[in-house]
């Protein structure tokens, strides 16, 4: 059963066509993957997906309810969310601070919101920043943290809402070599254990090849192929457009 169908999305900005024609769907319960050269349109297909630009044409259907006329905090609630290939975090507040106001409950101000925290939400936040490796670090400010540890703690914080589905844009992106092997086994960890579809945007192709049972790769705009990892490997196309130039 498919979670996400995205048909013949099409979007520009000005002459730009980032997406053109853009079809895929990503089934329940899988790890799949979006590849492609820098520019080819795999952000802006996040943007379209979770409702941050209006979509010029297509349709985008999560749990078969159409959502690209939707803004960003409806379709966050339906249970689809994304992380940022450049992070999004609070960088004045410390760990458990912006975990607690990451959780959708928390519209309000931040003074009310401080001011009434369950203590079972602030587990929560503990256990999340134990689960990525930052525990040790929850009381400092999230702007000290190395920018690895910000992916981390923006992953943490995407969790802390209990996503269906999550889109990772670029996860192992400025992670020591040393520490992605911990990134790959908490992904994998978040899809089994947590039930969460993840839909990830990698340009290392051997995490993505580890990760992913089902890859898209996108070039100019365009969907190029799809298929396993090991299809995707010897395509051609694929290797001509991209792998070739790593
Ligand atoms: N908000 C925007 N305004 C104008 N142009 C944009 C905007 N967002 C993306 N673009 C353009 O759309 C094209 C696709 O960009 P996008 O960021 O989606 O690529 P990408 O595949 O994520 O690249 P990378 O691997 O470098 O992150 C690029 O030419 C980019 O300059
Ligand atoms: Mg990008």
Redesign the pocket.
Known sequence: MSILEVNNVSKS?GG?K?NVDISMSVEKGKIVGLI?P???????LFNSIVGTYPVDSGSIKFNNKEVSELPVPVIAKLGLLRTF?QTRIYGKLNCIDNMLISHKGSDESLITIFSKIPKNLTDKAENLLSFVGLYQKRKLRAGDLSFGQQKLLELAMALMNEPEMLLLDEPTAGINPTLINGIIDRLIKVNQDFGITLLVIE?NMKVIMQLAEDIFC?AHGKMLANGSPDEIKNDKRVIDAYLGAQ
């Open positions: 900005f730009v980032a492609g820098n520019g080819s349109g795999k952000t802006t290939q340009h996108l």
